[in-house]
């Protein structure tokens, strides 16, 4: 499945921007998808979490442990030890593009006992409005192989099944934290 975007966001040069970030020109033998979700808390507050490439198991469910090696930064990496129930126990990531301007997350797998060969992600941040009040949008994009035995379709379709599942714990864990600043 190779996705494409038509989103609206800002005027010219910053969508350009965005569909540059988001862009991954799979392979043939590789498949890539963008997801995005709303969530009912402002910017800040999403990006406070989504930008602690060292504490994934913040709110990514399957994550159980995160031991970074050397300090967080570009080209960084961690070694993320995955709950039972998923065809994994560990993975070597390395941060690839941060942006705490833009609100910019990349990061690639470099290894571990997965199929989630050459896999690579983008994480980007947007505000917006929701229901009268600061809202975000939040958008994940990723490419990688399909695995021998595997269709495209079958192997985007287990990538966004995970992405959802990490996008739906993220939107509760901010949407609880901005119920609480609210107090």
């Not at 690579?120 to 994940?140: F, K, L, N, Q, Y």
Request: glycine share 8%; charged share 25%.
């Amino acid at each position: 499945m190779n996705s494409t975007m038509d989103v609206g966001v800002g005027g010219g040069g910053a969508a350009e921007e965005f569909l540059q970030i988001h862009r991954h020109d799979p392979k043939e033998n590789q498949c890539s998808s963008v997801l995005f979700k709303h969530i009912q808390a402002p910017v800040h507050l999403v990006w406070s979490v989504v930008r602690r490439f060292d504490q994934p198991h913040k709110y990514k469910p399957f994550v159980s442990r995160c031991v970074m090696k050397g300090d967080v930064g570009i080209g960084c990496v961690r070694e993320v030890d995955v709950k039972s129930g998923l065809p994994a126990t560990t993975s070597t990531e390395r941060l690839e593009l941060f942006d705490d301007t833009d609100h910019i997350l990349g990061i690639k797998i470099l290894g571990g006992d997965h199929r989630l060969k050459n896999y690579s992600s983008v994480v980007t941040v947007h505000p917006e409005i929701i229901d009268g009040r600061a809202g975000t949008m939040v958008i994940e994009s990723f490419v990688v192989d399909v695995p021998q035995g595997n269709t495209r379709d079958e192997t985007c379709y287990f990538v966004e099944a995970l992405i959802r599942c990490n996008l739906k714990s993220l939107s509760n864990v901010c949407e609880r934290m901005a119920a609480q600043d609210m107090i």
